[in-house]
């Protein structure tokens, strides 16, 4: 009987971190402007460019201070991504190893882990509408050209020409200013960055075949 009231208290604190899982995915779509068909648009640059100082709890139940983030490019895409996607699949690996009995430290590692496997794909995807001979639209959210806003605050001009209809941007004059700025080399980075912190996880498990497949797709982004 014991056992079994032990067992219901873990489901109940799975169920408790992956509501708020639920909730994160929620706030993602409040985060910020958006335009007149419900797009994400970026928050204006701020004036000056400070430092990246925004920086998520490691207790997953705690809400986010979304105000904190806007205008800082980083921040922001962090933000947006982790709300999305990354707490979902951070939550999901530190359930499972909550569900498996591993340790409450060995838990909040899994947590970052997801997080951070789930910003490096996000930042790889996101460089992919940059690449030579790339047409179409692309996200305004994107870490390439959140990055360039920072620093071109000229680029918001065109951006805001779509908070009507999308229709009305220049895709492809927003392309040519990422390519001619910092933005794709700063993602990369941004993605070299969470990719290393995957890693870094991932060579403290025992050697499996699972754990080789996840180190081989990070290997495939680089």
């Given at each position: 009987?014991?056992?079994?009231?032990v067992?219901?208290?873990?489901?109940s604190?799975?169920?408790?971190?992956m509501?708020?899982?639920?909730r994160?995915?929620?706030e993602?779509e409040?985060?910020?402007?958006?335009?007149s068909?419900?797009?994400?648009?970026?928050?204006?640059?701020?004036?000056?460019?400070?430092?990246y100082?925004?920086?998520?709890?490691d207790?997953?139940?705690?809400p986010?201070?979304?105000?904190?983030?806007?205008?800082?490019?980083?921040?922001?895409?962090?933000?947006r991504?982790?709300l999305?996607?990354?707490?979902?699949?951070?939550?999901s690996?530190?359930?499972?190893?909550k569900?498996?009995?591993?340790?409450?430290?060995?838990q909040e590692?899994?947590?970052?882990?997801?997080?951070?496997?789930?910003?490096?794909?996000?930042?790889?995807?996101?460089?992919?509408p940059?690449?030579?001979?790339?047409?179409?639209p692309?996200?305004?959210?994107?870490?390439?050209?959140?990055?360039?806003?920072?620093?071109?605050?000229?680029?918001?001009?065109?951006?805001?020409?779509?908070y009507?209809?999308?229709?009305?941007?220049d895709?492809?004059?927003i392309?040519?200013?990422?390519l001619?700025?910092p933005?794709l080399?700063?993602?990369?980075?941004?993605?070299?960055?969470?990719?290393d912190?995957s890693?870094?996880?991932?060579?403290k498990l025992?050697?499996?075949e699972?754990r080789n497949?996840?180190l081989?797709?990070?290997?495939?982004?680089e």
């Amino acid at each position: 009987m014991n056992m079994e009231k032990v067992y219901c208290y873990i489901c109940s604190k799975v169920v408790e971190l992956m509501s708020s899982a639920v909730r994160d995915l929620s706030e993602s779509e409040f985060i910020g402007l958006r335009d007149s068909q419900n797009n994400p648009l970026p928050s204006p640059p701020k004036k000056e460019k400070d430092e990246y100082s925004f920086q998520f709890s490691d207790d997953p139940l705690e809400p986010v201070r979304i105000e904190d983030a806007l205008g800082n490019a980083q921040a922001e895409w962090t933000l947006r991504n982790i709300l999305e996607a990354g707490s979902l699949l951070g939550k999901s690996c530190q359930g499972t190893l909550k569900l498996a009995g591993h340790s409450s430290d060995l838990q909040e590692q899994a947590y970052r882990f997801g997080r951070h496997i789930a910003l490096a794909w996000q930042a790889c995807l996101e460089r992919q509408p940059f690449i030579s001979g790339s047409a179409g639209p692309f996200s305004l959210v994107s870490a390439p050209v959140l990055f360039t806003l920072e620093y071109n605050h000229g680029l918001y001009a065109e951006i805001e020409k779509g908070y009507h209809n999308i229709n009305d941007v220049d895709f492809d004059e927003i392309r040519r200013i990422v390519l001619e700025g910092p933005g794709l080399e700063l993602t990369k980075k941004l993605q070299s960055e969470h990719s290393d912190m995957s890693f870094e996880f991932l060579r403290k498990l025992p050697d499996t075949e699972a754990r080789n497949a996840i180190l081989n797709i990070l290997a495939a982004m680089e």
